[in-house]
């Protein structure tokens, strides 16, 4: 089967940097996409890595390790208007597959 | 503002009822994905058009099905509903970009009674 994994709640504080991981199990995989929900919203855009690496999109970056299955998502200088679900999601073949998504509750 | 557009926004029927979301694309896109999100399945993708044509297909009912038209929006039509139906359901589109970026909309809260 197809599938992503990622933890299911984070807290940071403000001014933090928070780190969150996604490993996944797809076939014919492209790449890696992350996507930030705020509650009531709808899923948009942060990163895609396709290449092994680093990706960096202002206060965030987004890593990609092929060979162990495995990204991140990184935040940077953390604020309050951070606090969202944050989906790691990926193209398996025919299918496109999101994580079930990480919490994270930034506090004062 | 994504530049997507779904109706209706809200949409509350009964079981065993036919209901039909629609999406526009943002212009320019010529793909339209359709996700269902819920509380303990979260975003689950359903199927893409790619300029009419069907590309891919996910964990799709056979109750399910949609289509895309000449002008590129697209419709998601759910029949015979069920209680577990209820659901949040997005359209996106993009998929052009080098960063492989989809677009959502801001979905369609369906409540099946």
């Known amino acids: 089967g197809q599938s992503l994994e990622q933890p299911s709640e984070v807290t940071a504080v403000e001014g933090a940097i928070v780190q969150i991981n996604c490993t996944y199990q797809?076939?014919?995989?492209?790449?890696l996409s992350w996507y930030q929900q705020h509650d009531g919203g709808a899923p948009t855009f942060l990163s895609y890595?396709?290449?092994?690496g680093l990706e960096e999109t202002g206060r965030f970056s987004s890593f990609l390790s092929r060979s162990d299955s495995y990204g991140y998502l990184l935040l940077q200088e953390l604020q309050m208007k951070d606090s969202a679900s944050y989906f790691c999601?990926?193209?398996?073949?025919?299918?496109?597959?999101f994580g079930p998504g990480t919490r994270l509750s930034v506090l004062p | 503002d994504s530049g997507v557009t779904q109706t209706p926004k809200h949409l509350i029927t009964a079981t065993g009822q036919r209901v039909t979301l629609r999406c526009s694309p943002r212009?320019?896109?010529?793909?339209v994905y359709w996700y269902q999100q819920s509380l303990d399945q979260g975003l689950q993708f359903l199927i893409q058009?790619?300029?009419?044509?069907?590309?891919a297909k996910g964990n799709i009912l056979e109750r399910f099905s949609a289509q895309q038209f000449p002008d590129l929006h697209s419709e998601l039509n759910l029949s015979s509903l069920e209680l577990g139906d209820s659901a949040l359901y997005f359209c996106?589109?993009?998929?052009?970009?080098?960063?492989?970026?989809?677009?959502f909309g801001p979905g369609t809260r369906l409540t099946v009674l």
């Open positions: 212009s320019g896109d010529l793909s």
């Open positions: 996106a589109s993009g998929g052009r970009g080098s960063h492989n970026e989809q677009f």
């Open positions: 999601a990926a193209r398996g073949g025919q299918n496109f597959v």
């Open positions: 058009y790619y300029n009419g044509e069907e590309r």
């Open positions: 890595n396709a290449l092994d």
């Open positions: 797809t076939s014919g995989f492209y790449g």
